[in-house]
């Protein structure tokens, strides 16, 4: 399967696992372990566009992206069964780790969503 990655963006963990649900390529049981968690996920935690419509809207917020806290230790974990689906289909991804993800435009308890730092628009030093 090859993701189109538009912009020079990468897609994230979920919308590559959900990519390879709409692909067709998954076994029945991988498929419906997806559905299952994906569900439970949903119902789990905010969908943060849900609470600030505009978080991730490209113009206002152009390459906003969702990141993880740390101590997000359920939800962590949670993800580590989607990784672990990616590798049993040789699907490449990597963990990105900042203490600064940006200009934040929303944040709970388990996650934040953030305009990364361009320089010079968003460099928070000024000189």
């Not at 993701?3 to 897609?11: D, E, M, N, S, V």
């Not at 991730?56 to 990784?83: H, M, Q, V």
């Not at 709970?108 to 730092?117: C, L, T, W």
Request: hydrophobic content about 40%.
């Amino acid at each position: 399967m090859r993701f189109r990655i538009a912009g020079g963006l990468f897609p994230g963990v979920f919308a590559l696992v959900n990519g390879l649900a709409a692909e067709g390529i998954l076994t029945s049981d991988d498929a419906q372990w997806v559905r299952e968690t994906n569900d439970h996920a949903n119902a789990a935690y905010r969908d943060p566009s849900s609470v600030v419509a505009d978080c991730y809207d490209p113009i206002a917020n152009p390459g906003a992206r969702s990141w993880f806290k740390a101590t997000a230790e359920e939800l962590l974990t949670l993800t580590r069964g989607y990784l672990e689906l990616l590798a049993r289909y040789d699907v490449r991804w990597v963990e990105p780790r900042t203490d600064s993800p940006g200009r934040i435009t929303y944040e709970d308890d388990v996650q934040v969503v953030a305009v990364p730092f361009v320089y010079p628009d968003g460099w928070p030093f000024r000189t």
